[in-house]
Nanobody
Framework: QVQLVESGGGLVQAGGSLRLSCAAS????????MGWYRQAPGKQRELVAG???????NYADSVKGRFTISRDNARNTVSLQMNSLRPEDTAVYYC??????????????WGQGTQVTVSS
């Protein structure tokens, strides 16, 4: 079983920066794509950024040029550097991983979420 634990959320003023981190623990054959999603009150959860095990990245249009996703495959961690934050970035941010277990079955694993609040 693989678990994801996020850290780094908090309150920041508009224009500020935050860095989110997520660490995967447990035993798996391989962790494929990792990513960050967010969900604002009254809205659906949306993809913020994703990164493959090979380092290919994709971003939501709303965060391109402001957010950077990175990962350390050796440590099974993924991070999200968020710069030039805006009030509309306020949401609960969730870490996500596509995990291939030793049984060769794939699972979609989620972290518990971390709150990011950007004040205007």
């Amino acid at each position: 079983q693989v678990q994801l634990v996020e850290s780094g959320g908090g309150l920041v003023q508009a224009g500020g920066s935050l860095r989110l981190s997520c660490a995967a623990s447990g035993i798996a054959f391989r962790i494929n794509t990792m990513g960050w999603y967010r969900q604002a009150p009254g809205k659906q959860r949306e993809l913020v950024a994703g990164i493959t095990s090979g380092g290919n990245t994709n971003y939501a249009d709303s965060v391109k040029g402001r957010f950077t996703i990175s990962r350390d495959n050796a440590r099974n961690t993924v991070s999200l550097q968020m710069n030039s934050l805006r009030p509309e970035d306020t949401a609960v941010y969730y870490c996500n991983a596509d995990v291939l277990m030793l049984t060769m079955r794939e699972y979609d694993v989620w972290g518990q979420g971390t709150q990011v609040t950007v004040s205007s």
